[in-house]
């Protein structure tokens, strides 16, 4: 199992720790671990709020930003292809720094415990995770959390 994670910082967020993007590879790659995936790719994109609310208006019609977006390349139910010499594109992940940051305020925890947590929960509604009533939001972040403690980020 390999996990490829192309990381992108756009705009004045170029100036961010390269440490912190190494974080969340490591977050990913665990979760990719967890979850047994075959070779795969996830391309990782970190915004500002104006470039996260004009996604989410745009893909979601949703007219506010948001904390992190997922687009998905291939469906849930769709069976691996694992005779392919290319690693499984699984999808995109976008998310808004600076919501990372109010948020790990708000919630009185590390940047890094957020972004880490901004970038699996992003992963797993890649993989097909959601959050849509009690007990799908239960295994969720049941996940997270379990991906996140391998990962040296507890609560």
């Known amino acids: 199992m390999n996990l490829n994670v192309e990381l992108e910082v756009r705009s004045h967020l170029e ?3 390269s440490a912190l993007l190494t974080l969340m590879e490591q977050c990913l790659a665990e979760a990719a671990e ?3 995936l075959p070779d795969s790719e996830v391309s990782v994109t970190i915004v500002d709020d104006g470039e996260i609310h004009r996604l989410n208006k745009e ?3 949703v ?3 948001t904390d992190v977006l997922s687009f998905p390349q291939w469906d849930p139910e769709e069976e691996w292809n694992l005779d392919a010499a290319v690693p499984i594109p699984l ?4 998310i808004s720094f600076p919501r990372a940051q109010e948020q790990a305020q708000a919630y ?3 940047l890094e415990r ?3 947590f901004l970038a699996v929960h992003g ?3 890649l993989l097909g995770y959601d959050h849509g009533n009690k007990q799908a939001e239960r295994e969720m972040f049941s996940r997270q959390e379990e991906i996140l403690s391998r990962a040296g980020l507890k609560r």
């Open 15 to 17: 100036q961010l720790p």
């Open 34 to 36: 967890m979850e047994e």
């Open 59 to 61: 893909y979601r019609q």
């Open 63 to 65: 007219d506010r930003p």
């Open 91 to 94: 999808g995109d992940i976008v």
């Open 108 to 110: 009185n925890h590390s």
């Open 114 to 116: 957020e972004l880490g």
């Open 123 to 125: 992963f797993l509604h």
